[in-house]
């Protein structure tokens, strides 16, 4: 296993490097997307490499591209990762890349909730909406939803936060048409998936899912889909007895920061974080193993 903080390929031009992937052309069409070892938490990028990370985050993603490709297309293209770089570069790319189309991005995160948790809890609190979408009274911190909600968010750039936008913000960034149709596909992605992680004991608090159009438009995933940085995972047996604490995703890596000190005073969740300790990075690695071993064996 290959630990991987950033790539550096010659082969292919660089066309960006996110909070986790860096993306490179391949041709007009074609994307070659690196899952690296990167982390980020509240939207900061870590200076540590979890090892193994990457690998687990494509090959999770490329099992639920699979699952859901029914209820909507994917980007990726059916080819080897390996067959657009040099011999000396496949270390980089084998077991963390997919080679995808090239597609034009749509300009939202499009979250969708099934729990009651993080940002959305918050926001619950102080006026009982979640991104404007009203809630019944007197839900608790991981309640169920009566009914999976559309809550979109802006896209941020690495070390920005992504922040929370209504619908109606949403129809005027992308049109009322697409963002109908964004929010009726997410919630259906949502739902195959939450129905067959539950067959594994496992809850799907609330995920994430970036779309793309096709030269002719057709709406497609892209990016990731349903991976530990992307979405709450939660213990089902736990859930039903009102303990939803046991995830497999990044909170652990969350509620260590916020009890990390910089300078004598908390973490601000700005640039620097806190130096990852190696006790916290074995922690989230093992917990992204055993959930990706838990839905995709």
């Known amino acids: 296993m290959t630990t991987l903080l950033e790539s550096k390929l010659r082969s292919l031009p660089l066309m960006h490097r996110g909070k986790v992937r860096d993306n490179y052309e391949v041709g007009e069409d074609r994307i070659l997307m690196i899952a690296t070892d990167r982390i980020s938490a509240f939207d900061v990028v870590m200076s540590e490499p979890i090892p193994g990370k990457g690998e687990i985050l494509t090959q999770m993603a490329l099992f639920w591209f699979r699952q859901l490709a029914a209820v909507c297309p994917n980007h990726l293209t059916g080819d080897d990762p390996v067959s657009v770089v040099r011999p000396d570069e496949v270390d980089q790319v084998r077991g963390r890349s997919m080679l995808v189309k090239r597609l034009q991005p749509i300009p939202i995160e499009a979250v969708v909730r099934g729990y009651l948790a993080g940002s ?56 009322a048409p697409r963002a109908a149709q964004v929010r009726d596909v997410s919630i259906r992605l949502y739902e195959a998936a939450a129905a067959y992680a539950l067959t594994r004991g496992i809850v799907i608090a609330d995920t994430k899912f970036e779309f793309g159009l096709t030269p002719d438009g057709q709406l497609t995933l892209m990016d990731e889909a349903l991976t530990p940085d992307s979405s709450r995972f939660w213990e089902a047996s736990g859930v039903a007895a009102g303990n939803f604490k046991s995830s497999y995703d990044k909170q652990a890596i969350r509620d260590w920061l916020e009890s990390q000190q910089v300078d004598g005073a908390p973490w601000n969740k700005r640039y620097p974080p806190p130096p990852l300790s190696p006790a916290i990075c074995s922690t989230v690695i093992s917990q992204y193993r055993e959930i990706f071993a838990r839905l995709a064996s």
């Open 120 to 175: 959305g809890w918050k926001e619950y609190q102080a006026s009982g909406t979640v991104c404007g979408v009203q809630l019944p009274p007197g839900l608790q911190l991981g309640s169920r939803l009566p009914a999976p909600i559309f809550t979109p968010a802006t896209k941020a750039d690495a070390g920005e936060h992504d922040e929370n936008i209504d619908f109606a913000t949403t129809e005027r960034l992308i049109g």
